[in-house]
């Protein structure tokens, strides 16, 4: 019976390929985005030296956290399923099916809002550029490439997300390559190619550092990268994601690696579980919180300047937004996870769950 109990207050690591700290980290990254948008995407709405606007401006590092986060599933969903070059197909078969009908919910829901908020009295937006070249744009994630804006502004990591899975689906075996000198040095090599990004944060090679250090994570979880060289190249990538990408992004970068890796093996105490509940519905989260949530701040910027109406506002924003997320999760996003579970050369538990970031949504704030 203790032992029962043990094992009850914990969250297991048992199952098959599952990854405990994933849930709690996707969940944090969230959360940490949510409140720099609710604190900050309002100009004004806090002071400068307030101190939840303070916590809030670091927020936006959620974004490098789900990068990171991306660099290692992936791979490491690839590597469960012994990935050839030759299931590229199903590889994309199953990322669609997980992620579209979200995303083209969530297009739907962006545009009934709108349209249901400019009955409101007081709307001191505009109307939604509705043409069809934009609306197209959002299928091929192209809307940042043709200088279209977003429905959503989060999208844009949506567009970094589907650009690296076309890179990940060619490189992969790069990372898993029998020859040990280009498999030790792959993930070092595609960190280089940030230099190619030129600082355009709307292309994946800019980011690519900081996918970089989640694969060179995944080959040390898996035993495809030793002690000494692990420790060598992770300094060399993270070396490459300063200079290219930022000290304070690649400060979080490594952080969430080093989280995945030093838990390794370990069970997670009861306290991470609202943290894995978050994780779980951390792409509804992603996808519903500035047009549901913004708009509750929006509703409580026309208030007067008052702590008594901005603080309990960002709170209402926050428990909106996750009992939307929970709801668009149940109805929308976990049917669309099953089928893509039901893809041929799928794998059970979910291993190659996505981890989407989403985006510093206000001008002041640099992405690196």
């Excluded at 992936?74 to 995303?103: M, Q, V």
């Excluded at 190619?196 to 709307?202: P, V």
């Excluded at 694969?215 to 979880?221: K, L």
Aim: proline residues 7%.
């Amino acid at each position: 019976m203790p032992n029962v109990r043990r094992r009850r207050n914990f969250i297991s690591s048992r199952a098959s390929h599952h990854i405990p700290i994933l849930g709690p980290l996707r969940g944090i990254a969230a959360f940490a985005v949510c409140l720099f948008h609710f604190s900050h995407g309002n100009a004004g709405f806090l002071s400068s030296v307030d101190p939840v606007a303070a916590i809030g401006s670091f927020g936006w590092l959620g974004v490098e956290a789900f990068f990171v986060i991306s660099g290692f599933v992936i791979p490491y969903s690839l590597h469960l399923r012994s990935y050839k070059l030759r299931d590229s197909g199903r590889f994309f078969i199953r990322r669609l099916k997980r992620l579209e009908p979200p995303f083209f919910a969530c297009i739907v829901l962006v545009i009934l809002l709108h349209q249901l908020s400019m009955q409101v009295p007081g709307f001191r937006g505009g109307p939604l550029d509705l043409s069809w070249p934009k609306l197209l744009a959002h299928v091929a994630y192209l809307n940042a490439i043709l200088d279209y804006g977003w429905l959503n502004p989060v999208f844009w990591t949506l567009a970094i997300e589907f650009q690296y899975y076309i890179f990940v689906a060619i490189a992969f075996p790069l990372l898993a390559h029998t020859n040990t000198y280009i498999r030790y040095s792959s993930a070092l090599l595609i960190a280089s190619l940030g230099f190619a990004g030129l600082g355009n944060s709307a292309l994946l090679p800019h980011w690519l550092p900081l996918f970089a250090i989640g694969m060179v994570a995944f080959q040390f979880y898996v035993g495809l990268l030793p002690n000494f060289p692990f420790l060598l190249f992770l300094t060399l990538i993270i070396s490459l994601s300063h200079s290219i990408v930022g000290l304070q992004q690649t400060v979080v970068g490594s952080i969430t690696a080093g989280a995945i890796v030093l838990t390794r093996d370990r069970e997670l105490p009861r306290f991470f579980i609202p943290l894995s509940f978050l994780g779980t519905i951390s792409y509804s989260l992603y996808l519903l919180h500035v047009p549901i949530g913004g708009r509750i701040i929006n509703l409580a910027d026309r208030l007067p300047e008052s702590l008594a109406y901005r603080y309990p506002a960002i709170v209402a924003a926050l428990a909106v937004s996750i009992i939307a997320a929970y709801v668009f999760w149940r109805f929308v996003e976990r049917p669309s996870q099953r089928w893509s579970k039901g893809s041929a050369g799928s794998t059970p538990h979910g291993s190659d769950e996505p981890s989407h970031a989403p985006e510093p949504a206000v001008e002041p704030v640099s992405r690196g």
